[in-house]
């Protein structure tokens, strides 16, 4: 069967369920996934339960009911079928959503979706979700700008610069239904409908353009010296959607031959964005900068929040994502304020730091990301953080850039290969990747992972012989 195929497939069972309750994971790809599903099934007249997770765990487990409604997984589930075995999970009340590696359970066979069965490694869950919900009804088109939002938030677009394949297709679909508008060639930098432009660029890293990246003044005095319009006549910033075309253009050109003055090339500096034309609220006017918001909700332990933002509510619960997001942001500079002062650890392939309990495991990732740009790029950070609710576990969160990646190097492999030889679970993407392990064993691991991409390393150079 085709991917086409077992969405409709899938779309039956959930239409025959009754009840069911939906078990997602809490970022912006698992929220988005919720939020499609429930919208569709509540047009379908049938009632959901949600119920978001960290991860599925021991521990988490609990929070599943054990009633006899159907329970359906998105953007979890595939690596922890085990799991739903011991809870007692019948597999025929079960469905997967998902696009992480699967692991399947000798004995048992959970109906499932996933999109690396048939080699779609660009297509989030909520891509799948919506897919999916489209097999219930064509008036779940309109839920096609969520999938976008997922997948873009889940780095779907990243390598490419854009989204790709089936994920490509439901973008496509959102702009039939005029929930979506596909800018072809912008500025690939995230807060292009928020941030003032000089910030916009001080805070990218993809591309690392020397002189403005991580520098704020240096992006002021570089579009200065163009003399394009930065200020709105009553004073305040424009953001780049704001930027006059000609200024753009001038301002695109500019950089182009930064990058080439350095000796490096230009080829990432425009993306594909995703913008929804009937959105009144400015941090929601595109994807990565509502996915932002999402993340702000998830990983301060509000998903519900975001889950109702994107089933349309922009009141008290917008507001309380703002107050979230303000809090999450200034949690992060701190956060990148003390790796820089404290400093990593270098070993031959990646750099090291571990924050201890001084911030929640939740946002080491992102810290992650934004000291990279800051550090030595040519090597993957690896942060680690104490759990609260488990002192014998280990958060570790992995980053790298795109540089790395088409040289060889694959988080996802390396964290799940060092997480077989330590015990945890691990998993992610090539640029992304995050694991929990015994904190007894933190050393050992990080010298697992060190190894695993040394390996890498030198499979690249083989093949670059």
């Known amino acids: ?106 004995g048992h066979k959970y109906r499932e979706v996933n999109a690396l069965s048939y ?57 039939r239904h005029g929930t979506v508008e596909v800018v072809k060639k912008d500025l690939n930098c995230f807060g292009i409908s928020t941030r003032p432009v000089h910030l916009c660029l001080a805070y990218s890293d993809d591309p690392f353009i020397p002189g403005i990246t991580g520098n704020p003044n240096g992006a002021l005095q570089f579009l200065q010296r163009l003399g394009v319009t930065l200020k709105h006549p009553s004073g305040r910033w424009l953001a780049w959607e704001e930027v006059p075309q000609e200024d753009k253009r001038r301002v695109i050109s500019a950089l182009a031959q930064q990058l080439l003055s350095h000796g490096r090339a230009p080829d990432r500096l425009l993306a594909e964005a995703y913008l929804f034309p009937r959105e009144t609220v400015k941090p929601l006017r595109n994807a990565s900068e509502f996915a932002t918001v999402l993340n702000a909700c998830g990983r301060w332990a509000k998903p519900t929040v975001g889950s109702h933002i994107c089933k349309g509510d922009r009141g008290i619960h917008y507001r309380e994502a703002e107050r979230m997001l303000t809090h999450h942001r200034g949690m992060i500079r701190d956060l990148l304020q003390f790796i820089l002062e404290k400093g990593v650890t270098e070993l031959s392939h990646l750099q090291h730091i571990h924050v201890g309990d001084r911030f929640p495991d939740t946002i080491i990732g992102i810290g992650a990301g934004m000291a990279l740009s ?33 040289r060889g190097t694959d988080l ?31 050393e050992r691991f990080i010298h697992c992972v060190n190894r695993r991409l040394e390996g890498q390393d030198a499979r690249a150079g083989q093949g670059h012989r």
């Open 119 to 175: 080699g779609c490694e660009k297509l989030s869950a909520s891509g799948i979700a919506y897919l999916v919900a489209r097999e219930l009804g064509e008036e779940n088109g309109d839920l096609a700008r969520l999938a976008v939002i997922g997948n873009v938030g889940d780095m779907m677009a990243r390598t490419d610069l854009g989204l790709i394949g089936p994920a490509r297709e439901i973008a496509e679909d959102g702009v």
């Open 1 to 106: 069967m085709d991917l086409r195929s077992d969405a409709a497939a899938a779309a039956d069972l959930i239409a025959d369920a009754g009840e069911v309750t939906i078990v997602s994971h809490i970022d912006a790809d698992g929220i988005c996934s919720e939020a499609i599903l429930s919208l569709a099934l509540g047009r379908a007249g049938i009632p959901v339960r949600p119920v978001f997770v960290r991860q599925l765990e021991p521990m988490t487990m609990g929070a599943i009911p054990k009633d006899r409604s159907f329970k359906l997984f998105t953007d979890l589930g595939s690596g922890q079928q085990n799991l739903l075995v011991e809870h007692g999970l019948p597999e025929d009340r079960v469905l997967i959503l998902d696009h992480h590696v699967g692991q399947p359970v000798e």
């Open 374 to 406: 800051k550090l030595n790029r040519n090597k993957p950070i690896l942060i680690m953080a104490g759990m609260m609710e488990d002192p014998l576990v280990t958060k570790v969160s992995m980053r790298t850039n795109e540089e790395m990646v088409q």
């Open 412 to 442: 996802q492999q390396a964290i799940v290969e060092a997480t077989a030889e330590v015990g945890g679970s691990g998993g992610g993407h090539r640029i992304a990747a995050g694991a929990y392990v015994p904190k007894e064993l933190e």
